[in-house]
């Protein structure tokens, strides 16, 4: 997928595929996609039966507009076995741990074809080891030849591998964050944040959200319900730069400017490159939109 779609991938939820009451849980949530996790959420000894559910419940459906992905464990611990299971699954997209560098997204892509994956699965990796955080332009530049279709952030793992704290403002991070977001743009790729493990400080998941979002990114990934509402509030285009960008929109549609390169709007200077960037933030409000709404309680409810 193309990062300049307005199909909305604000809220990206990880739940742990071995726990079906959080699946069926998934199935109500206002989230945009779904990530059912045999990797980290899963404990050892259930990692079988944990695929054999994945499928399971892939094939029950009724995940309605939510993107439903699956996260495999790394190739080097069981991700070759997954991806042999999951081929069955109708899924969005496989999402990779523990990605290195170019060779990794090269072999993941070419097992999902050998596998006979459909050409519409894609493939999205983890920026999340020190390798991959180097690599990451190389990365990237495998859209053009695999899979590709989004990077995701892991700063879990990373802090885990470099000793880089996770202090709020993330000030040791902004360098990754700079440097994946760029790496994705220039392939047209998705960009997703990595999760708050403040699940229950939503002071800091709201700075991060507003982090990720000045840095470009399309959404963020979330380990709980209850982190919704706020990156979805985030991630969506404001009232103010709806209006804004209507604004700039008609205001190059009139005719008496049919030849302008740049025009005063609201007090402002607009070029032609700002309308494009409003009729994409017109047509992500309007995507955002056409959703079907979630149930009213569909954010509440005990923890997965």
């Not at 050998?114 to 530049?141: F, K, N, Q, S």
């Not at 380990?223 to 990156?231: D, G, K, M």
């Not at 409003?278 to 009213?296: D, E, M, T």
Request: net charge negative.
């Amino acid at each position: 997928m193309a990062s300049d779609s307005p199909t909305p991938l604000r809220s990206v939820l990880y739940m742990p595929a071995s726990n079906a009451r959080a699946v069926a849980k998934a199935r109500g949530l206002d989230c945009d996609a779904v990530v059912l996790d045999l990797e980290d959420a899963v404990a050892p000894a259930m990692k079988a039966s944990a695929r054999t559910a994945l499928v399971a419940e892939a094939q029950a459906g009724g995940f309605g507009h939510r993107r439903l992905l699956a996260r495999i464990n790394a190739l080097a611990d069981g991700g070759e076995d997954d991806l042999a299971v999951l081929a069955a699954a109708p899924l969005d997209a496989v999402l990779a741990p523990k990605v290195d560098d170019a060779a990794d997204v090269a072999a993941l892509s070419a097992a999902m074809d050998r596998l006979g994956y459909a050409p519409a699965v894609a493939l999205w990796v983890m920026i999340e080891t020190p390798r991959a955080a180097l690599a990451v332009e190389r990365i990237a530049d495998m859209a053009a030849t695999t899979r590709l279709a989004a990077l995701v952030l892991g700063l879990n793992d990373l802090a885990k591998d470099t000793g880089m704290v996770q202090a709020p403002g993330r000030a040791a991070f902004v360098p990754v964050l700079s440097a994946t977001l760029l790496a994705a743009r220039a392939n047209g790729l998705v960009a997703l944040d990595g999760v708050c493990n403040a699940i229950d400080d939503g002071t800091r998941l709201e700075e991060e959200c507003a982090q990720a979002r000045a840095f470009g990114y399309d959404g963020k990934t979330l380990i709980h319900p209850s982190q919704l509402p706020v990156a979805n509030r985030a991630f969506a285009p404001s009232p103010q730069d709806l209006a804004e960008a209507e604004a700039i929109v008609a205001a190059f549609a009139d005719p008496a400017h049919a030849d302008a390169g740049a025009l005063r709007v609201n007090g402002r200077m607009a070029e032609r490159l700002h309308r494009d960037m409003a009729l994409r933030l017109i047509a992500q409000a309007a995507a955002i939109a056409a959703r079907s709404p979630a149930p009213p309680h569909a954010e509440s409810g005990p923890s997965i």
